[in-house]
C-alpha cells in the first residue's frame, strides 16, 4: 500500500470512528459507564465527565452466622442484605441529580437539618449500619484499651456502670432508634436517639451530639426473629458479640 492510499483509508476509518462517538481526547478520560450520556452518542462528542460515586453496601467482615448463638444467622442476613442495602439504595435514589451528590456521609450529616428526609433516614441508616457491622465480632471477649477503660471509669464508676446506663438508653427508647456512647469536649456521654438520626447529625447537637464510639440498633428487626418482643435480652447478647478493640481504636484516633 503506497502513502496515499494508506492516508485515504486512515481518513476513513477516523471518520468512522468519530461517527461512532470515539474521540482521540476521550481516551484521557478514565471510562465510566454512564447510560445518560452513551458513548455510542454521536450527538456527544465531549468526554465523559466521571459522575462520583454513588454509595455502596459495605461487604461483612464475617459470615451471617459467625455471631451465633447471640445475634442469629437469618436475622443478619435479613439485616444486611435487605435492610441496609435498602437505606444505600434509597440514599442514593435521593442524592441523584441534586447538588448534594458527591458529599461524604459525615458532610451529609453535619447539614443534615437542610435536606429532604428521605436523606436524613436513608444517610442515616446507612451510616450507623456501616458503623454498627465494624463494631460486631465473633471473638469472645475482647477488652477495651487502657485508655478507654479509664475514661470509662473516670465516667460511669466502671464497667458494670456503664453497662447498666447504656442498657436503660437502649431500654428506653421507644419505639425505634439507636443507643450511643460517644467521646464529647466533657468526656464520654450515653444517649439515644430516634429512628435513624445519629450523633453526627446537626439536629442531634443538644441531645446527642459527639463522635459515636459505639451504637446499638435497636430497631425490631434487628432482633425479633430471634427474640422477638424481648430487647433486654438482645441488648445483653449484645456485650458477647461487642467488638471492643474497634470502639477503642475509634476513641484513640479522634
Ligand atoms: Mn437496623
Not at 471510562?31 to 452518542?41: A, C, E, H, R
Amino acid at each position: 500500500m503506497n502513502r496515499r492510499k494508506w492516508l485515504q483509508q486512515a481518513a476513513r476509518y477516523t471518520t468512522g470512528l468519530v461517527a461512532m462517538g470515539f474521540s482521540f481526547r476521550s481516551l484521557a478520560q478514565p471510562y465510566v459507564l454512564d447510560f445518560n450520556t452513551s458513548p455510542f452518542d454521536t450527538q456527544n462528542l465531549e468526554p465523559l465527565k466521571p459522575k462520583s460515586m454513588p454509595f455502596e453496601l459495605p461487604a461483612l467482615s464475617y459470615a451471617h452466622n459467625a455471631l451465633e448463638p447471640h445475634f442469629d444467622a437469618m436475622t443478619m442476613e435479613i439485616h444486611h442484605s435487605k435492610h441496609h442495602a435498602a437505606y444505600v439504595n434509597n440514599l442514593n435514589a435521593a442524592l441523584n441529580g441534586t447538588a448534594h451528590e458527591g458529599k461524604s456521609l459525615e458532610e451529609l450529616m453535619a447539614i443534615i437539618s437542610t435536606l429532604p428526609a428521605a436523606v436524613r433516614n436513608n444517610g442515616g441508616g446507612h451510616y450507623n449500619h456501616s458503623l454498627f457491622w465494624t463494631l460486631l465480632t465473633p471473638q469472645a471477649s475482647t477488652k477495651p484499651s487502657a485508655k478507654l477503660e479509664a475514661a470509662i471509669n473516670e465516667d460511669f464508676g466502671n464497667m458494670d456502670g456503664f453497662k447498666e446506663q447504656f442498657t436503660k438508653a437502649a431500654m428506653g427508647r421507644f419505639g425505634s432508634g439507636w443507643a450511643w456512647l460517644c467521646r464529647t469536649e466533657n468526656g464520654l456521654k450515653i444517649c439515644s436517639t430516634a429512628n435513624q438520626d445519629n450523633p453526627l447529625m446537626d439536629t442531634e447537637k443538644a441531645n446527642c451530639g459527639g463522635y459515636p464510639l459505639l451504637g446499638l440498633d435497636v430497631w425490631e428487626h434487628s432482633y425479633y426473629l430471634k427474640y422477638q418482643n424481648r430487647r433486654a435480652d438482645y441488648v445483653h447478647a449484645f456485650w458477647n458479640v461487642l467488638n471492643w478493640e474497634a470502639v477503642s481504636r475509634r476513641y484513640e484516633a479522634g
